[in-house]
Every structure is written in C-alpha cells, then in structure tokens.
C-alpha cells in the first residue's frame, strides 16, 4: 500500500503532536510504503489536504494531532492507534463536503460568537489544547452583544428567521470546538448541514449553556433552535466574524451562501464503523 502523510510540524500541541517522521515509521512498520511531506501553511492541516482530495477518489485518513481533533473524534479516530487502524481497515466512507461561498468545510463553520472564539482560542498557549476553547467562549460571551442575522432558503426574498444572534454553529458533524455538541444529531453522510442558532442572552445565561452546549443538551433551551437544510443563504448589515473548520476570518456585510457539495470526500474510518461504500 502507498501512503502519502501530510505532517503539519505546528499542529495540536507539544504533547499530542505526532511528528510526521513518527507517522511515517509507523505506517512503514506495518507494510505501507510512505512518502512524506510537510506543510506550514496557516489552514488547518485537514481542511487544506481534504480540499484537494474531494473528487479525486483518493481515500484520506487522519492520525489525530491537532487542538480539537473534532472531526476525527466524531468519525470514530478517538487516537493515535485507532487512526492507524483505520489506514488499513479497507472501510472507505462517504462524507458529505460542506461549501462557504464557493469555499469548502468538512466539519463546522461558526459565525459570530463562533468565530471570535476560534480567533481567541488561536492565541492561547497551545499546551491547553482543547481547553483553549472553554476559555475562550466564556472570554467571548461576557463581551458578546449579539448581531442580526437574517436567514432566507434559496430563492426566498423574506427572511425564514431574522433575529439578533450570539452566535451560530453550521455543523456537518455533531463536534466542534475541542467537544461541544451544538448540534448532536448532525451526521456526515445525511446531505444535510445543522444550523444550530442561538440568539441574545445575558452573560450569565450564556456561560450557564457552556456545559450543557458540551453535554449536547444545549438545544433543549428557548433562545435555541435548530434548522436542518442542504442549502441556506443568511445576510447581515455588518462584517460577520466567523470560522472554517476552525480557521477565524471576517465576512463581508451582504449575503452568503452555505449548502452541501454533490462532491463527496472519501474517508477511511475504523472496521467497526459502519459499512464500507460500494
């Protein structure tokens, strides 16, 4: 078997950082014949290599060793031994390729609140890991005053829900951010994304949901809702901080286009992990 690895020497942190010479030697120690690369890039070393493998039909697998590792815990690769399992396991899946105005997402991408945080949580000390974001949603909700958002469905002039936000989670799958589940039933081959939307509240309130947003629990309260949909469009007046999978920027003000790709990634998942793509 050919193996490419794409080892980012800055990933994850200090102490669950899987160094692409390790990786190699390990892939090497059970039959693949492995070509290294290394990258530097500022994208995330996931989203960066997905992007250039949706279509080709080269299956991607994941050894974990970045901060979160959401995508990669939800798809069953829960550490360094199960990822290496899952190279060799022969369970190729589909997995659907989320698009953010032309540009892709395998996992989330937050707007508003969601995006600070993965900016502040980009400039904590990395030996927190996915603590950095626990820290930095509280940092983000005692400031964040909320945003409208106006939601409309493809081709629809009239807001399907227009409303003052603290934040938003468009979730391909159910984790995001180092463990939160704003969005439990979210699933990678449905064709769907799960738009979890959570409007104003006080501070306090906001901090109460964090360890129910990390229990999955945070859909149960009132200023939650949940839309599930392949394609939305959403608008605001105001530049719109968000993340890709992680990676903050700013959106312009105006409108924004979110669905779901025909394109499919192919994934190598763990041999317990459902069944194989014919």
Same mark, same amino acid.
């Given at each position: 078997?050919?193996?490419?690895?794409? @080892? &980012?020497?800055?990933?994850?942190?200090?102490?669950?950082?899987?160094?692409?010479?390790?990786?190699?030697?390990?892939? !090497?120690?059970?039959?693949?014949?492995?070509?290294?690369?290394?990258?530097?890039?500022?994208?995330? !070393?996931?989203?960066?290599? @997905?992007?250039?493998?949706?279509? !080709?039909?080269?299956?991607?697998?994941?050894?974990?060793?970045?901060?979160? &590792?959401?995508?990669?815990?939800?798809?069953?690769?829960?550490?360094?031994?199960?990822?290496?399992?899952?190279?060799?396991?022969? &369970?190729?899946?589909?997995?659907?390729?989320?698009?953010?105005?032309?540009?892709?997402?395998?996992?989330?991408?937050?707007?508003?609140?969601?995006?600070?945080?993965?900016?502040?949580?980009?400039?904590?000390?990395?030996?927190?890991?996915?603590?950095?974001?626990?820290?930095?949603?509280?940092?983000?909700?005692?400031?964040?005053?909320?945003?409208?958002? *106006?939601?409309?469905?493809?081709?629809?002039?009239?807001?399907?829900?227009?409303?003052?936000?603290?934040?938003?989670?468009?979730? &391909?799958?159910?984790?995001?951010?180092?463990?939160?589940?704003?969005?439990?039933?979210?699933?990678?081959?449905?064709?769907?994304?799960?738009?979890?939307?959570?409007?104003?509240?006080?501070?306090? !309130?906001?901090?109460?949901?964090?360890?129910?947003?990390? *229990?999955?629990?945070?859909?149960? $309260?009132?200023?939650?809702?949940?839309? *599930?949909?392949?394609?939305?469009?959403?608008?605001?007046?105001?530049?719109?901080?968000? $993340?890709?999978?992680?990676? @903050?920027?700013?959106?312009?003000?105006?409108?924004? *286009?979110?669905?779901?790709?025909?394109?499919?990634?192919?994934?190598?998942?763990?041999?317990?992990?459902?069944?194989?793509?014919?």
């Amino acid at each position: 078997m050919q193996v490419v690895v794409i @080892a &980012n020497p800055v990933a994850g942190t200090s102490h669950g950082r899987i160094g692409g010479e390790t990786a190699r030697e390990l892939l !090497t120690g059970r039959g693949a014949e492995v070509v290294l690369h290394t990258t530097d890039h500022p994208d995330g !070393t996931l989203m960066e290599t @997905a992007t250039g493998m949706v279509g !080709t039909g080269c299956p991607l697998a994941v050894l974990p060793s970045g901060s979160g &590792n959401d995508f990669a815990t939800a798809n069953g690769i829960t550490n360094l031994e199960v990822g290496l399992e899952s190279v060799f396991a022969g &369970n190729i899946r589909e997995l659907d390729v989320g698009d953010l105005d032309g540009d892709l997402f395998f996992n989330s991408v937050g707007l508003l609140g969601s995006g600070m945080v993965s900016a502040a949580a980009a400039r904590l000390w990395r030996w927190l890991g996915r603590y950095r974001y626990v820290v930095a949603g509280g940092w983000v909700i005692l400031r964040m005053s909320g945003q409208r958002v *106006r939601w409309l469905a493809p081709g629809c002039e009239e807001a399907v829900i227009d409303d003052r936000f603290m934040l938003v989670e468009i979730c &391909n799958g159910p984790l995001t951010g180092g463990g939160f589940r704003f969005a439990p039933d979210a699933a990678f081959d449905d064709g769907l994304l799960d738009i979890c939307l959570v409007r104003t509240m006080s501070a306090w !309130t906001g901090l109460g949901l964090l360890p129910k947003a990390s *229990r999955g629990r945070i859909i149960d $309260h009132g200023a939650v809702s949940v839309i *599930r949909s392949p394609d939305m469009q959403f608008e605001s007046d105001e530049p719109v901080g968000y $993340h890709r999978d992680g990676e @903050a920027g700013v959106l312009s003000p105006g409108r924004h *286009r979110i669905r779901v790709r025909e394109e499919k990634l192919l994934f190598c998942r763990p041999a317990n992990q459902g069944t194989e793509v014919a």
